[in-house]
């Protein structure tokens, strides 16, 4: 999404035969059948359902950092197939907010390298990860609440971040976002209370994104943070391994040519994940 829309889901083909609880208005969701794809690395995808009808689907990736290493890119946009066949890793998600020059709105850190600004006030949380040593005193992925936490770029532990907005939840459970009728394509990333790191994406247009923020609240992921990531057209997660593969939103997957030529969906940020060799 460019700086002109800043201001600002799911695959819905399988039924589980359970639902869930999740958030108020009404919503609940099928139970997650996880597949394994990879060492600490399952993959989901249940119905959002309102009042018993299908509204949305989600495709979900629960990502264990202990097993799997995060690398941001950034660079010029491209498609994010074309992004994953260069780096070769096994999930390649979208980044953050971009100006019409392809430039980070908040702060992007890859392998170290701080790119874009570092006092953007819109930004509200912060996606790390890597950090240098390794030291056993910091997760190796989290969410920072930049609300209390001050990010120096020369000072950060983390080898990797991007900054983002909103925070759709914080570590208190407190929603942090407003309500608006503006509904779109999501990409969340957000953290459990297992340390893991899980990616959600929407296939439809239903969430708003406070709507999001109290799904996520209610549902049976166990959500500790959440942080929005950009939507529309960028939102987009690519999943490639041996035995595997898959695109999400799927309804744009038969126009993956298209996605290819058009820059409409073009990304400028991502993050990669990559089976840890440590």
Known sequence: MTARVFALVVIGWLWLG???PA???GLTHTLPQWQTIGRGLVFAQVEVLKDGEVVDGLTVVKIDPASNAFRVFHGAPQAITVWQEALQAPIVFNGS???SDGQPCGLVIADGKPIGPTGNRQMRGMFVAEPKGMSPDLPRATILDLLTTRVDPKKLPWTQGVQSFPLLL????KIRVRNSEKRSHRTVIATDRNGNILVFSTTGRFFTLFGMAEFLKGSKFDIDSALNLDGGTESQVFIK???FEFYSPPSWENSIGNIIDQQQYWLPTVVGVFPRQD
């Open 170 to 173: 914080d570590y208190k459970g």
């Open 241 to 243: 391994t041996k035995d």
């Open 18 to 20: 359970a639902v869930l």
């Open 23 to 25: 958030g108020a208005a």
């Open 97 to 99: 907010y971009y100006k």
